[in-house]
């Protein structure tokens, strides 16, 4: 059983432009989310995260959309540059921001073309 | 620090054979976690250690599947008999304070199993 869902395996943006990238999830307990980023032969890095007492996380061209009563959380960058090129996993946790087990959606293939 | 390690970063084995995995997390981090990336199901929990002790095994498969922490500073992940299924990306990952933004992941082993 899939908790935490990406629906769109890949994502194409020219650069300069908005890069939206999507996830669902089912389970009502989860109260924090995390957004990773995955270069080829490299392992995931923390991007931003957001807990559920917001709607919004900014980081600089990084910002997190919480919806809790759809259940689904985006990630906007913009601009959007072709150093973003990469696979971006959302994740989702139990437990605030102490240790929770954490459930990987499947990836987005993010692709930016200058 | 050279971040999480992990060997061999590459492993093709054939059916039935024994494939062991090794990882060497970051100096003082005391949590470690194994993760197994598919396109399918994306990256997966498959255990965690915290003080060298295995906390929640319930991500891993099967009996097939088995991991052990000896020591602070290595963990390795064995499957025996190993089957094509198993081809994957395996990520050691280690933190400290088990917040989930410092989890850093090491590069991963490819996993082919023919």
């Known amino acids: 059983d899939q908790q935490v869902k990406q629906n769109s395996p890949s994502l194409s943006v020219q650069e300069g432009r908005i890069s939206i990238l999507n996830c669902d999830y089912t389970n009502s307990m989860f109260d924090y989310f995390l957004w990773y980023k995955k270069y080829p032969a490299e392992g995931p890095t923390f991007l931003i995260s957001i807990s559920s007492i917001k709607d919004k996380n900014e980081d600089g061209r990084f910002t997190v959309f919480l919806n809790k009563s759809a259940k689904h959380l985006s990630l906007h960058i913009v601009p959007s540059q072709p150093g973003d090129s990469a696979v971006y996993f959302c994740a989702a946790s139990v437990g605030g921001t102490s240790y929770g087990k954490l459930t990987f959606g499947q990836g987005t293939i993010l692709t930016v073309h200058p | 620090d050279a971040g999480v390690i992990q060997s061999p970063r590459h492993e093709v084995t054939e059916m039935g054979q024994e494939v062991t995995l090794r990882c060497k997390p970051i100096s003082g981090h005391d949590y470690l976690f194994w993760y197994r990336q598919t396109m399918m199901r994306g990256l997966e929990l498959l255990i965690y250690f915290n003080n060298n002790v295995p906390i929640d095994d319930s991500g891993m498969p099967e009996d097939r599947f088995s991991a052990k922490m000896p020591n602070a500073s290595f963990s390795t992940l064995k499957i025996q008999p190993s089957e094509p299924r198993d081809s994957a990306v395996y990520f050691c990952?280690?933190?400290?304070?088990?917040?989930?933004?410092?989890?850093?992941f090491g590069p991963g082993t490819r996993l082919l199993v023919l």
């Open positions: 990952a280690s933190s400290t304070m088990g917040i989930q933004e410092t989890q850093y």
